[in-house]
């Protein structure tokens, strides 16, 4: 039946628009340091850097603010989806083991809506770092950054804690050894991709504190390629939650013109 209409998988159109945001900033920043080296490394207090932060690298001309937001509207809708299908797909399970109490049941609830919360909240930060530009509007711009790395570092390790709740209360897992290797694998990333994260923004924050300070030369650099790993494990975080769900598929209807999810 689903073949009678155009469709795509749903870990298809992630990898996409995943891949689409990370080759965009690689873009911005390969361009900006190849024609506009000066510029986009500039800093106020006029010290030697080699790399651009990714607000100086995709906000330095009007093409590398379109390469740049257009991906990132894209990603914001897939991520809407993919976090309320993973708000439905983490409901205490059917098959929940005996040994469960209700308390267990209400926390695991409470975990489920929190990571969803914090989701949403990494999500809107992100909207608007990348619309509302360093240029455009510094403060908002700031506040969104300093919102978007702690939410987002929050919701990787919220997610992974579900993760791990999820399979202690599903009674089918402890019966199925393949999956649960499966599982534990996908867990593992979770966990680094948490442990990149926040020492990047550990690390990123120090220097960006000794840059402001102390106008180092390569400091600001070194915060740069902090937020870039940011950003890369947040690539990788967000395709482990699309691996979470079962096989789905975006199916348009040529009949009624709506979309589904079969």
């Not at 911005?28 to 006029?46: E, I, P």
């Not at 534990?184 to 120090?206: E, N, Q």
């Not at 890369?232 to 199916?251: E, K, Q, S």
Request: hydrophobic share 45%; glycine share 4%.
């Amino acid at each position: 039946m689903l073949d009678a209409y155009p469709h795509i998988s749903l870990r298809r159109l992630v990898l996409t628009t995943l891949t689409a945001v990370g080759l965009s900033l690689v873009g911005c920043v390969v361009n900006g340091l190849y024609f506009a080296f000066k510029r986009v490394t500039y800093t106020g207090c006029g010290s030697y850097e080699v790399l651009p932060s990714i607000s100086a690298a995709v906000d330095d001309n009007g093409y590398h603010r379109a390469a740049w937001q257009v991906p990132i509207l894209l990603h914001c809708i897939e991520r809407i989806l993919v976090t309320f299908l993973s708000y439905r797909h983490h409901q205490p399970p059917c098959d929940v083991s005996t040994h469960t109490t209700q308390a267990q049941l209400l926390w695991y609830g409470v975990l489920n809506f929190a990571t969803t919360a914090t989701g949403f909240t990494s999500l809107i930060s992100l909207f608007l770092l990348s619309f509302f530009t360093s240029t455009l509007n510094f403060p908002v711009h700031k506040l969104s950054v300093i919102l978007f790395m702690l939410s987002t570092a929050l919701q990787i390790l919220l997610s992974a804690c579900l993760h791990w709740c999820y399979d202690r209360l599903s009674a089918h897992l402890s019966t199925n050894g393949a999956l649960q290797r499966k599982r534990r694998r996908l867990l593992r990333v979770k966990l680094a991709c948490f442990l990149v994260d926040s020492m990047a923004i550990a690390v990123g924050t120090y220097w960006y504190l000794q840059h402001t300070a102390h106008c180092m030369d390569y400091g600001y650099s070194y915060f740069a390629l902090c937020e870039y790993i940011v950003v890369a494990a947040c690539l990788v975080f967000h395709y482990t939650c699309v691996l979470d769900l079962p096989r789905l598929h975006i199916a348009v209807t040529c009949a009624a013109g709506e979309s589904r999810i079969t």
